[in-house]
C-alpha cells in the first residue's frame, strides 16, 4: 500500500509543477508563490520517494 501511494504521490507532484508553471506564464502570481508552490512540489516528491522504497 505504501508502495502505491508513494507512486501516487510522485505522479501527483511531477504533474503539479509543470502545471504551476503554465499557470504563472499564462496568469501570474506574486514572486514569492512560485519558490514556495516548488518547495512543496519537491517535498512531495521526496515523501512519495521514500514511501515507494519502504
Not at 514556495?36 to 515523501?47: D, H, K, R, Y
Request: with cysteine; charged share 5%; net charge positive.
Amino acid at each position: 500500500m505504501r508502495h502505491h501511494l508513494g507512486i501516487l504521490l510522485q505522479i501527483l507532484a511531477l504533474a503539479w509543477l509543470p502545471l504551476l508553471i503554465v499557470y504563472q506564464l499564462n496568469f501570474g502570481f506574486q514572486l514569492l508563490v512560485m519558490p514556495i508552490c516548488t518547495v512543496i512540489g519537491l517535498i512531495v516528491f521526496w515523501i512519495g520517494t521514500r514511501l515507494r522504497e519502504s
